[in-house]
């Protein structure tokens, strides 16, 4: 279906190809305007992500800005809970701005910088990449402007604030369904009109070439710490690596510096919603099809005729209808596993970690900790897994207050 040749495995340096291809997946599916930025920009980063003076720049905003490495922690309890595999936690949480989404954000926006762009745009669901690009630009004294859908600056009205605080302007989206994937559309039209003055700060692995690429070698400082903290504990690479997958960037941020790694296991999690037979979840890869959103050729939740389906998710960071390319390329080629949690298996994530180990994790990373029994389960005791705490609760617990009825009726709770 997908032309993939099993037999010649391409190694990480070869994904994506010279076009931008992983396996069948990705490209640039774009209005003719965009196709000279994104080759100048494809252009810029083969140029300064080799850039000396860029690297050690970034690494210190890296280092001395978001609090980089952040640490492996050992989660003695949950693994005792859970009778397993040791289980260790990538503690993204620690990040400043409260998950990995700085990491890509700082990259971009630093890029931006260099080009000589003043101007960057960007688009957000939860308000969390929004947040991200909002900090990047005040650090590096650039210009931002937030596409976020009517609905979403709503129910994130918290986020929308954050942005504004930081001098970022928050521009509401009223089309389609106001939510996520009416924002990408109008920071896309607005990227066609206003590319030579203006950056597309896009926040995960997805859109055209190369930007899935570039969010991928920003994000990967994740698994490149993994691989170095790992020997704090232990002599060889973990048995698994688990990540909850919206667009997919920390789980490719994890995975990929292991992707050559044959023998470690990757497990992205997905968003279940309310059970993938009920229709109402964003599980992109488990239950759909390919096809083209965003500038690129990925799994979309579509229709017969092609049209995306509406998404749920009981946390705001998954609920998207598409997934990065190369997520795409793994599942097919086998290369990773793709499962879902349910919102009511992610709460019960939420509860677990929190029990067990004092952390109250982000609703799009305890639907990785919800699943984790059950992928542990053929696991031996010696083996062990990393998981991705990709954030942390704080934003969702507004959210929580009203489905989580934790009161003093409940003994458990005194
Ligand atoms: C945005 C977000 C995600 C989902 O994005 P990916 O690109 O799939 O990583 C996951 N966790 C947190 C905490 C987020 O803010």
Redesign the pocket.
């Known amino acids: 279906m997908t032309g993939f040749d099993r037999h010649s495995v391409p190694l990480l340096r070869d994904l994506p190809d010279v076009r931008g291809y992983f396996g069948a997946y990705g490209g640039r599916f774009v209005p003719e305007t965009l196709m000279a930025p994104l080759v100048e920009l494809e252009a810029a980063f083969r140029k300064f992500r080799r850039d000396l003076t860029f690297r050690r720049e970034l690494n210190g905003f890296l280092k001395n800005f978001a609090g980089r490495p952040t640490p492996l922690l050992f989660a003695e309890n949950l693994t005792k809970r859970l009778g397993g595999p040791r289980v260790y936690l990538k503690r ?2 620690l990040c400043h701005t ?4 700085v990491n890509n954000t700082l990259g971009q926006c630093l890029l931006a910088k260099r080009l000589g762009k003043k101007r960057v745009i960007a688009e957000t ?2 308000g ?2 929004g947040v991200g690009t909002a900090t990047a630009c005040a650090l590096l004294s650039l210009s931002c402007e937030v596409y976020m859908g009517a609905e979403d600056m709503e129910r994130q009205a918290l986020n929308v604030f954050r942005m504004r605080s930081m001098g970022a302007k928050v521009i509401p989206v009223t089309s389609g369904s106001r939510t996520l994937k009416d924002a990408i559309n109008e920071a896309m039209r607005d990227w066609v009109t206003n590319v030579q003055t203006t950056f597309y700060c896009i ?4 859109g055209p070439h190369p930007y899935p690429w570039m ?1 991928r070698e920003f ?1 990967s400082v994740i698994g490149r710490e993994v691989k170095h903290q790992i020997r704090d504990y232990q002599t060889g690479d973990p048995d698994a690596l688990v ?11 994890l995975f990929a510096p292991f992707y050559d790694h044959k023998r470690v296991k990757f497990f992205g999690v997905e968003a279940g919603g309310e059970g993938l037979r009920s229709g109402r979840h964003s599980a992109t890869l488990c239950t759909g099809r390919p096809g083209v959103l965003h500038g690129a050729y990925t799994y979309l939740m579509q229709d017969d005729n092609g049209q995306v389906l509406g998404t749920h998710s009981i ?1 705001a ?2 609920d ?1 209808p598409a ?2 390319p190369e997520h795409a390329f793994y599942k097919d080629s086998g290369r990773a596993t793709y499962v879902a949690a349910t919102d009511k298996e992610a709460l019960a994530g939420f509860k677990l970690l929190n029990e067990t180990e004092g952390l109250s ?5 305890s639907h990785a900790l919800g699943s984790l029994p059950r992928l542990v389960r053929p696991m031996k005791n010696s083996q062990s897994v990393v998981l991705c705490l ?3 609760g704080d ?1 969702d617990m507004g959210q929580l207050t009203g489905i989580l009825h934790l009161g003093s009726s409940d003994p458990k709770n005194t």
């Open positions: 993204e949480d409260g998950a990995h989404k669901g939860a969390q990449h926040g995960s692995v997805v969010v994000q990540a909850c997958v919206g667009g997919g960037s920390n789980a490719i941020g946390s960071g998954l998207y997934v990065g994790a982000a609703l799009e990373s990709s954030g942390r934003k």
